[in-house]
């Protein structure tokens, strides 16, 4: 992948960062360090440091030229603050063609349809772009936000994870769900 996605949407735009956009994704992530929490491994203290996040754009920067990640973010319209984003990691090609879908979305626009939004326009942009045969998100099984809202983009359960991922420190069970390609 060389070109970097430039997705517009009502509020705002899907991109990529550069390393020396690191800021934009720092505020982000101490703003609403305590609202994702519940959702994400727990942290070191390097985690939310701007030097930490200029070496983990960078690598992701180098995944993305690879070709085995795509980690979005969505800016607001002024290109000035990180509202939410959307990763799509563990890019696998072959005979598979697929990928992991990972997101978030600061705590003020949280249930206004916003993140509906981005992930319709990024899956449309791996589908369409990348071509892969199917994207796959799980979810903890208290997290009814995103269980709502992966069911009304058309992903399916496909099974139950035992211990899955250690999430704010606790290894924690998973549903797992599956979007296929509808061209496919």
């Given at each position: 992948m060389d070109t970097i996605p430039t997705i517009n949407i009502s509020r705002g735009i899907i991109t990529l960062l550069k390393p020396d956009q690191a800021d934009l994704v720092y505020q982000y992530y101490l703003f609403n360090q305590e609202h994702l929490a519940p959702w994400e491994p727990q942290r070191d203290a390097d985690f939310h440091s701007l030097s930490g996040w200029q070496e983990r754009l960078a690598n992701s920067f180098e995944l993305f030229q690879q070709g085995i990640m795509l980690p979005l973010v969505v800016l607001n319209q002024q290109k000035n603050e990180m509202i939410a984003c959307c990763n799509f990691s563990n890019i696998v090609r072959?005979?598979?063609?697929?990928?992991?879908?990972?997101?978030?979305?600061?705590?003020?626009?949280?249930?206004?349809?916003?993140?509906y939004e981005v992930l319709s326009n990024a899956i449309s942009h791996v589908f369409e772009q990348l071509d892969l045969h199917r994207i796959m998100a799980n979810y903890l099984p208290h997290n009814v936000r995103s269980e709502a809202l992966?069911?009304?983009?058309?992903?399916?359960?496909?099974?139950?994870?035992?211990?899955?991922?250690?999430?704010?420190?606790?290894?924690?069970?998973?549903?797992?769900?599956?979007?296929?390609?509808?061209?496919?």
């Open positions: 072959g005979v598979f063609q697929a990928c992991h879908l990972g997101y978030s979305i600061d705590v003020r626009y949280q249930g206004t349809g916003l993140m992966l069911k009304r983009l058309g992903f399916q359960q496909e099974g139950y994870a035992k211990s899955y991922l250690k999430i704010n420190g606790q290894w924690q069970d998973h549903i797992l769900t599956a979007l296929v390609n509808p061209k496919h």
